[in-house]
């Protein structure tokens, strides 16, 4: 299995631009996972799809954020505009609802915002 | 609110010495904890999941505890080696998914 897929690995924009991070979860994964990782924060889970369908989007920091997931391979979370406090690595992760929900992660996207 | 917390924060051990790393969280009513690797500039690898109803999980030199009524994890690196040097991230998720991530345990093996 190729594991979860993330793209683009590295993004560099300028401030107002907007971002659009994309992922490919485990094939027969049905739950994704959006991740934040800061030196200042640590992980911060942003948002988790179960079934494509949003279950929670609290840790989603603001209006300028937004997630979809249009069917079960793949998902995007978009930033527009980009601030650059929005600078960090976003992971996207994936589980099976097997009963142990054990989360596979992906190389990450590292985003600098200019 | 779930806060999960994991001492020491940076841990710097000779090769081959035993080592145990912590991890506390202070709502028990936890789905399964998880333990990560993560290397420099790299994603989480997964090394260990502990099922709630689960006290313990062995891979290898590792090993994990679960005491959730203490709300305490341990994992414990047996005859630790250079390649080891990395963080470790402790993650506790509860009952709709909700994960919560420790602020991790810089490890750091000399040859």
């Known amino acids: 299995d190729a594991g979860v897929i993330q793209s683009p690995r590295h993004e560099v924009t300028e401030m107002g631009q907007e971002v659009t991070l994309r992922c490919k979860p485990i094939?027969?994964?049905?739950?994704l996972f959006w991740y934040r990782q800061t030196m200042m924060r640590g992980l911060e889970l942003l948002i988790y799809?179960?079934?494509?369908?949003?279950?929670?989007d609290s840790g989603m920091p603001e209006d300028r954020f937004s997630a979809k997931m249009p069917n079960a391979s793949f998902s995007t979370l978009k930033i527009q505009p980009s601030e650059p406090r929005d600078s960090a690595v976003y992971f996207c992760?994936?589980?099976?609802?097997?009963?142990?929900?054990?989360?596979?992660f992906g190389p990450g996207t590292r985003l600098t915002v200019t | 609110k779930q806060e999960v917390t994991q001492i020491p924060a940076a841990l710097s051990v000779p090769e081959g010495e035993n080592l145990v790393l912590n991890c506390s969280f202070t709502?028990?009513?936890?789905?399964?904890l998880q333990w990560f690797r993560q290397d420099p500039g790299k994603g989480l690898t997964s090394l260990l999941l502990i099922q709630s109803s689960q006290r313990e999980q062995t891979s290898g030199r590792l090993n994990a505890s679960l005491d959730k009524s203490s709300g305490r994890s341990t994992l414990y690196i047996a005859a630790s080696q250079p390649g080891d040097s990395a963080t470790y991230l402790c993650?506790?998720?509860?009952?709709?998914?909700?994960?919560?991530f420790g602020a991790g345990t810089r490890l750091f093996v000399k040859a």
């Open positions: 992760a994936s589980s099976f609802r097997d009963g142990s929900y054990e989360q596979y």
């Open positions: 709502d028990s009513a936890i789905y399964n």
């Open positions: 993650a506790v998720t509860a009952g709709g998914f909700k994960t919560i």
């Open positions: 799809f179960n079934n494509n369908v949003p279950i929670d």
């Open positions: 094939s027969g994964h049905n739950s």
